[in-house]
């Protein structure tokens, strides 16, 4: 069974800081993790996606690492803006189960000026 | 280029009527999930098609629930007598494959609310 947990399940900062989001999952055996934002009564965007056989991807001001054998990615965001406010989400897929994804519960970050 | 696209975007129905919600998938795409998500929680996974073909339903429940995705048009997820368990927001999702450096994308979602 995949389990996925995310840490801190909150967070509020002030603009300007760099902001370092954990995931982990319980089975090592994925192909994907993808990383999501979600704003309040919206849909999921998504940000990054990492395969498994790489080790860190990035766009802009957010960075995604994946330690696969330890089943932990990290989403670190510099410069946060008061826009960056939103629900991050963590998913990975599964060998065993193909396609479908599990998700964490999420980070809610709020950013203020 | 469009994304997925759900719709309606916001469905109200009383108890034991049907609930159809509908779901058309990134042009290109020939695999769609559909993932509920309930008030405080995660979303969870419910029920994997490609064209004309359940693949996994194991996350959907036994009873109420039913879902296709024809040759032709959106696929269709279809909730008979509702409950007011049911509601919640109900995202789609398509992606080109499966496998390794498949990326998938969400339509903005249906939120069901039964009373």
């Known amino acids: 069974k995949q389990e996925v947990t995310q840490i801190p399940a909150a967070l509020s900062v002030p603009e300007g800081e760099n902001l370092v989001l954990n995931c982990s999952f319980t089975?090592?055996?994925?192909?994907?993790l993808q990383w999501f934002r979600q704003d309040p009564g919206k849909g999921l965007t998504s940000l990054l996606l990492?395969?498994?056989?790489?080790r860190e991807q990035t766009s802009g001001r957010l960075n995604a690492s994946l330690d696969k054998s330890s089943g932990r990615s990290t989403l670190y965001i510099a410069a946060s803006q008061p826009g960056d406010s939103a629900t991050y989400l963590c998913?990975?897929?599964?060998?065993?189960?193909?396609?479908?994804?599990?998700f964490g519960r999420g980070t809610q970050l709020t950013v203020w000026p | 280029n469009a994304g997925v696209m759900q719709n309606p975007r916001h469905l109200v129905r009383r108890r034991g009527q049907e609930a159809r919600l509908r779901c058309s998938p990134v042009k290109g795409h020939s695999h769609v999930y559909w993932y509920r998500q309930l008030p405080e929680e995660g979303l969870k996974f419910m029920v994997y098609?490609?064209?004309?073909?359940?693949?996994?339903e194991s996350g959907m429940p036994k009873e109420r629930f039913s879902a296709e995705f024809p040759k032709e048009g959106p696929s269709i997820l279809r909730i008979q007598q509702v409950v007011r368990g049911d509601s919640a927001a109900y995202f789609c999702?398509?992606?080109?494959?499966?496998?390794?450096?498949?990326?998938?994308?969400f339509g903005q979602g249906t939120r069901l609310t039964v009373v």
């Open positions: 098609l490609q064209k004309e073909n359940i693949i996994d």
């Open positions: 999702a398509s992606s080109r494959g499966t496998g390794g450096g498949t990326e998938a994308f």
């Open positions: 990492i395969q498994s056989s790489q």
């Open positions: 089975d090592s055996a994925i192909y994907n």
């Open positions: 998913a990975v897929d599964r060998g065993s189960t193909l396609g479908r994804l599990y």
